[in-house]
């Protein structure tokens, strides 16, 4: 006799939780109501939310070098930052740096691609080591390729930007020093 006594206890509290469900106040914010019968029977949908797909794939890239000018045997630093300024992530950056001529100066190394991925609204910064040969002018322009990583992006979109060009003299070593008062 226990057990049907339970079981229409259960009945009875779910046939009374659905009233009160029916019945709940619902904030227009938050979902709306609509009115389904001429008996006033309710239905409530819920909003769907979602994330609008990632349309914005900008990046940018920046170069800069520890020195305009600089003495032939003598090395600089060029730095590069990779901005992440759309929504999708930038997925394994390979830098690489091109020097006009290659007589008057050399990087240490031409490409750089050691990082994982840039987040959307990060930065990824690298950095060239260059040598002074002989003197003249130098153009120096760094550039970087990468993934592109997201939901609605199709696999393999890969993406690519270039710094502007940096000049960069070398002048000859001084066979004497001057000193200017």
Do not use: W
């Not at 994330?51 to 600089?70: G, M, N, Q, R």
């Not at 990824?124 to 120096?140: C, K, S």
């Amino acid at each position: 006799m226990r057990k049907p006594l339970v079981q229409l206890r259960l009945v009875i509290i779910l046939a009374v939780a659905s009233s009160l469900l029916a019945r709940a106040v619902v904030f227009p914010a938050f979902a709306m109501r609509h009115n389904t019968h001429t008996n006033g029977d309710y239905t409530v949908y819920l909003p769907i939310i979602s994330k609008p797909p990632c349309e914005d794939f900008s990046a940018s890239l920046y170069s800069a070098a520890s020195k305009a000018v600089l003495t032939a045997g003598e090395t600089i630093t060029v730095t590069g930052v990779l901005v992440n300024d759309g929504c999708a992530r930038l997925g394994a950056p390979y830098f690489g740096i091109h020097v006009i001529p290659t007589t008057i100066m050399t990087p240490s190394e031409s490409y750089n691609g050691y990082f994982l991925s840039v987040q959307p609204g990060s930065f990824q910064e690298t950095r060239f080591v260059l040598q002074a040969m002989n003197a003249g002018p130098v153009t120096v322009t760094m550039g970087v390729s990468y993934e592109i990583l997201g939901e609605g992006i199709p696999p393999g979109a890969v993406g690519g930007r270039a710094a502007h060009p940096l000049l960069i003299r070398v002048v000859p070593i001084s066979p004497t020093t001057s000193s200017v008062p």
